[in-house]
């Protein structure tokens, strides 16, 4: 069964470093997100491309924070530099194409777990 | 403003006996509704969904839930709990037409505790 793939999956890394997560999605969906979560909490969204396209990042801290999907397949989610509060899972997901029978369901990864000290 | 209640942050339950996750939400229209579940150190798996058609869901690993439009519930239940459902368990709403943003609205999750 094809999978969402990420990495690495832990980082420790000091704070006002740079750091980069990967994400390759499960192939044929057209949409991939970025989550973050903290723990004990739920899920929050930080991006969605739509292909090569951002369709959402209004809670992405554009800052600190980027994120791209150069050739609409996989992404990559960047933070520089790093801070203490940033430490979390970074979780990414994928879905169908609109139009396509199961597009309302995401699929996530197995997650990027983030320390930063 | 949509939103998701899992009203309680621990469920305990007996190794065989039934369980129940509850879920309540808010959102204008028919909403998509989605059950998934986090193990320690993992991404959240999908159990379930409910889009339209029949109010009981069966989905994943024994589990069903079941819509309630009148009380806006979506509660997740299995007939007989195994050690193995200890996990956390999340709920999620999205509104039907949302275009291209599918942005899900998360619950807090609950903690499924089942005791041998």
């Known amino acids: 069964e094809a999978e969402v793939a990420q990495s690495p999956r832990y980082k420790i890394t000091e704070k006002s470093q740079a750091v980069a997560f990967w994400c390759d999605p499960i192939?044929?969906?057209?949409?991939l997100y970025w989550y973050r979560q903290i723990l004990g909490q739920g899920p929050e969204l930080l991006v969605q491309f739509q292909d090569e396209s951002v369709v959402d990042d209004s809670q992405l801290p554009k800052d600190r924070f980027s994120a791209e999907r150069l050739k609409g397949v996989d992404s990559t989610l960047k933070i520089q530099p790093a801070e203490l509060g940033d430490s979390a899972m970074y979780l990414c997901?994928?879905?169908?194409?609109?139009?396509?029978?199961?597009?309302?369901?995401?699929?996530f990864g197995p997650g990027t777990r983030l320390l930063v000290l | 403003a949509q939103s998701v209640a899992q009203p309680e942050d621990q469920v305990n339950v007996a190794e065989g006996n039934p369980l129940t996750v509850k879920c309540t939400y808010s959102v204008s229209g028919n909403p998509y509704l989605f059950w998934y579940v986090q193990y320690p150190n993992r991404g959240l798996q999908f159990l379930l969904k409910?889009?339209?058609?029949d109010n009981l869901v069966k989905g994943s690993y024994g589990f069903e839930a079941e819509f309630n439009k009148s009380q806006t519930s979506f509660h997740l239940k299995k007939p007989s709990a195994l050690v193995s459902d200890s996990a956390l368990y999340f709920c999620?709403?999205?509104?039907?037409?949302?275009?291209?943003?599918?942005?899900?609205?998360w619950g807090l999750g609950t903690s499924l505790a089942v005791n041998p």
């Open positions: 192939s044929g969906h057209a949409t």
């Open positions: 409910y889009i339209t058609g």
């Open positions: 999620a709403v999205r509104a039907p037409r949302a275009g291209n943003n599918r942005k899900l609205i």
């Open positions: 997901a994928s879905s169908l194409p609109i139009g396509v029978r199961g597009q309302e369901t995401q699929y």
